[in-house]
């Protein structure tokens, strides 16, 4: 089997699997959840893109490596990242701004998702970063759908604002 057989066997099954848990798991648990905490959970895998810069470093990618791709994969994963967690810190505190917050960083992690994917020619060189990749780019991909899911068919709720008990907040639960 070649290099590129071997990435889209493992990205296929990843994906595969993650979306398995997503319908049988996670979306059935999220059900019921306020839209603010159903969103955060679905975000917060996307708070470690930062991963994504390991694609600058010499010594943990195969050389040559295309800078082209390297630097829009690394810099779109960081802008993701940040997006991400600002997103969580605007939906945990109910801002007014985090729904159009949450558009905004879903829309950009998705694109540079979808970029970085369409370069399959990269393949061979991706080095220790193949795990990127094959690993936690499907989780990224089915937790995107996850959100733009809850944005389309809850849009119209708004954050709900969290319950302060003894000094300390929590969000409401529908458990």
């Known amino acids: 089997m070649d290099t590129q057989a071997i990435f889209g066997l493992q990205f296929v099954l990843s994906l595969f699997v ?3 848990i997503a319908k049988w798991y996670t979306t059935p648990w999220l059900a ?3 839209i603010n905490v159903a969103l955060t959970l679905l975000i ?4 470690f893109r930062h991963v994504g810069l390991t694609f600058l470093v010499p010594s943990v ?9 390297a630097n829009a994969a690394a810099y779109g994963d960081l802008i993701t990242g940040l997006l991400a967690i600002a997103s969580v810190v605007a939906l945990r505190g109910s801002w007014r701004f985090a729904m159009p917050l949450v558009w ?4 950009v992690g998705t694109v540079d998702l979808l970029n970085a994917l369409r370069q399959v020619e990269n393949v061979p060189h991706f080095g220790a970063t193949w795990y990127i990749p094959t690993f936690f780019v499907p989780l990224l991909l089915v937790t995107h ?6 944005l389309l068919s809850r849009e ?11 000094n300390s907040v929590i969000l409401p639960s529908n458990e």
């Open 156 to 166: 119209h709720q708004t954050c709900e604002p969290p319950i302060e008990t003894n």
């Open 104 to 107: 905004l960083f879903s829309l």
């Open 145 to 150: 759908v996850m959100v733009f899911t809850r």
């Open 18 to 20: 993650y979306a398995l």
């Open 32 to 34: 019921n959840k306020p």
């Open 44 to 47: 917060f895998p996307h708070a």
């Open 61 to 69: 990618v195969a050389e040559p490596f295309m800078n082209a791709f």
